[in-house]
């Protein structure tokens, strides 16, 4: 009899390392497919971001044709690219403030350009964390 005791309880160990083996298993491969799934989310808005940054840019340069087209504009404007809005602002003293919007993800930049020269030079071009 007390063999089969021994048995049975190899066995059990046995039983419970498998299910904890295939817990461990399982838990890791869920882990590894959400990992997938949301990896493809961060390159969808890497995308975004850099497509954002490219309206932003363009802004910007609409906005110095604007300068260079009559050097005393001052004001704001709405730019539409293909349904997406850009607005770029255009202080005194040659700032320039741009932001723009796809989805969700948004870009502000703030240049600051020379009056002085026919080609309306870029002094500084920092993209800022929120719109001032």
């Given at each position: 009899m007390p063999r089969k005791k021994t048995n049975l309880r190899r066995g059990f160990i046995a039983l419970v390392s498998v299910i904890i083996i295939s817990f461990i298993l399982v838990t890791g491969a869920i882990g590894l497919n959400f990992t997938g799934f949301y990896s493809r989310f961060n390159v969808l808005d890497s995308e975004t971001k850099e497509r954002v940054n490219a309206l932003a840019r363009g802004c910007a340069e609409k906005a110095r044709l604007e300068l260079a087209m009559d050097i005393n504009f001052i004001g704001k404007k709405v730019v539409n690219v293909n349904s997406h809005d850009c607005e770029y602002a255009v202080f005194s003293g040659g700032k320039i403030?741009?932001?723009?919007?796809?989805?969700?993800?948004?870009?502000?930049?703030?240049?600051?350009?020379?009056?002085?020269?026919?080609?309306?030079?870029?002094?500084?071009?920092?993209?800022?964390?929120?719109?001032?």
């Open positions: 403030n741009t932001k723009s919007k796809i989805g969700n993800i948004y870009t502000y930049y703030e240049l600051y350009v020379d009056l002085n020269t026919p080609e309306i030079v870029i002094i500084s071009f920092e993209e800022l964390p929120i719109l001032p």
